[in-house]
T-cell receptor, first 113, second 115 residues
Framework: KQEVTQIPAALSVPEGENLVLNCSFT??????LQWFRQDPGKGLTSLLL?????REQTSGRLNASLDKSSGRSTLYIAASQPGDSATYLC????????????FGSGTQLTVLP | GAGVSQSPSNKVTEKGKDVELRCDPI?????LYWYRQSLGQGLEFLIY????????KSGLPSDRFSAERTGGSVSTLTIQRTQQEDSAVYLC?????????????FGPGTRLTVL
């Protein structure tokens, strides 16, 4: 059974810092990995999706990497801003016909002004 | 364009009552998913619909839970004889399975509270 772990569970940084969020998964037979952000009381917003054949994806100040063989992904946020404060979730979709995502428990990020 | 919408946004019910939660996926998305997010359990998959295929119900926690999708669009998740442990945020997502690698787009969720 796939298990997804995110560390740290919570992170607080001053504005302007670069930071890295970590995600690991136990079964490397994945189709893709997706990073989301969730604001309090809201749904999930998709940030980046990395196919299993890709090594990284970038969008603005965000860069996500994937090392499928070692079961790891990182989300790099450059020049953090208070508006980045949210919970960040990673999720993997398995290879094969199943399409449901398995989620990590998230990293709660606070960027202090 | 419009995103995934869900209704109601909040639902408070008494233990033992039945509830229905509704999801309107993004137009043209053939895949629809239900997830549940509860304290201490994180986000859990419940059920998945793809076109006219039989749904994948492997995540439903008990036979009190059921879902249907009419006309390949709107979906309703029904919980019968609700229990306090059913209290959670129920999230719906939709995707084009073969497009953009199957990015799943989530609705705002329905917060269910069972008293």
């Amino acid at each position: 059974k796939q298990e997804v772990t995110q560390i740290p569970a919570a992170l607080s940084v001053p504005e302007g810092e670069n930071l890295v969020l970590n995600c690991s998964f136990t079964d490397s037979a994945i189709y893709n990995l997706q990073w989301f952000r969730q604001d309090p009381g809201k749904g999930l917003t998709s940030l980046l999706l990395i196919q299993s054949s890709q090594r990284e994806q970038t969008s603005g100040r965000l860069n996500a990497s994937l090392d499928k063989s070692s079961g790891r992904s990182t989300l790099y946020i450059a020049a953090s801003q208070p508006g980045d404060s949210a919970t960040y979730l990673c999720a993997v979709r398995p290879d094969g016909s199943a399409r449901q995502l398995t989620f990590g428990s998230g990293t709660q990020l606070t960027v202090l002004p | 364009g419009a995103g995934v919408s869900q209704s109601p946004s909040n639902k408070v019910t008494e233990k033992g009552k039945d509830v229905e939660l509704r999801c309107d996926p993004i137009s043209g998305h053939t895949a629809l998913y239900w997830y549940r997010q509860s304290l201490g359990q994180g986000l859990e998959f419940l059920i998945y619909f793809q076109g006219n295929s039989a749904p994948d119900k492997s995540g439903l926690p008990s036979d009190r839970f059921s879902a249907e999708r009419t006309g390949g669009s709107v979906s309703t998740l029904t919980i019968q004889r609700t229990q306090q442990e059913d209290s959670a945020v129920y999230l719906c997502a939709s995707s084009i399975p073969s497009g953009r690698g199957g990015t799943q787009y989530f609705g705002p969720g329905t917060r269910l509270t069972v008293l």
